[in-house]
């Protein structure tokens, strides 16, 4: 899952970043309004955490464009201010959740799973797709009830297409979503096709169906054969 962490104070930017680059996220900074305007115009994302207080602008700001631009990414408030019109108004606008300076990292972790699981696959604790099971809380998958061991690349891929099912897919969103900014300086997209051979072929040898649909000229699709 690709989190956008709007943050100005640098230590606990970092912090939120290591911990979560840890659990499997791919982790994006921007401490700045501007910058993180500029960033949610360019790029999709599924989580974004935000501070209220920034340098050129506020976290509500921020919360605002999101909702202009009418994506599905949740947003979580992080703040020192624990002002109760603060909290409303944040929910007001469109945050999903008020988390209030300071906080343990396991629990931001936790708020922001809870929130994807909400957002994506409408609350459960396990993903199912046909005779595909993934158990997010462990990182497992499960292909006819046998485990299907998963790099941790080949794992995301899987939960970005089950969170697609039947939407074509580019080559470029699933490079930046499994990158996020790392992925604007490659030359080319092989790396892409490489996960994607070696997820069909891993999810084919436990006699799962072909799922994975080549598109020519735009990418891929995730459907019922």
Same mark, same amino acid.
């Given at each position: ?11 606990? +930017? ?16 921007? !401490?700045?309004?501007?910058? !993180? ?30 909702? %202009? ?11 020192? %201010? ?26 931001? /972790? ?8 909400? %957002? ?51 080559? !470029? ?8 900014? /790392? ?16 997820? %069909? ?6 006699? !799962? +169906? ?16």
């Amino acid at each position: 899952m690709k989190v956008l962490v709007v943050e100005d104070e640098q230590g606990l +930017a970092e912090s939120i970043t290591d911990y979560m680059v840890k659990d499997g996220y791919v982790c994006e900074t921007a !401490a700045t309004f501007r910058e !993180a305007e500029e960033k949610i115009h360019l790029y999709t994302y599924d989580c974004v955490i935000v501070d209220l207080t920034l340098p050129d602008g506020n976290g509500f700001q921020i919360i605002e464009a999101l909702k %202009r631009l009418l994506v599905t990414t949740g947003v979580i408030i992080i703040s020192a %201010r624990d002002a109760l019109e603060d909290k409303l108004k944040g929910l007001e606008i469109g945050s999903d959740d008020y988390l209030t300076k300071p906080f343990h990292l396991s629990e931001l /972790n936790a708020r922001v799973k809870s929130l994807l699981r909400r %957002r994506q696959f409408g609350g459960h604790t396990e993903i199912r797709f046909q005779e595909i099971v993934v158990v997010p809380h462990t990182r497992n998958v499960f292909v006819n009830g046998q485990p299907a061991a998963l790099s941790r690349k080949e794992y995301d891929l899987l939960l970005y297409f089950l969170s697609n099912v039947d939407v074509a897919l580019t080559k !470029a969103s699933i490079a930046e979503h499994l990158w996020g900014d /790392n992925i604007d300086s490659a030359d080319s997209f092989d790396m892409v096709y490489s996960h994607i051979k070696n997820l %069909r072929r891993k999810l084919l040898e436990k006699g !799962a +169906a072909d799922y994975i649909q080549s598109i020519y000229g735009i990418g891929y699709k995730f459907s019922q054969p």
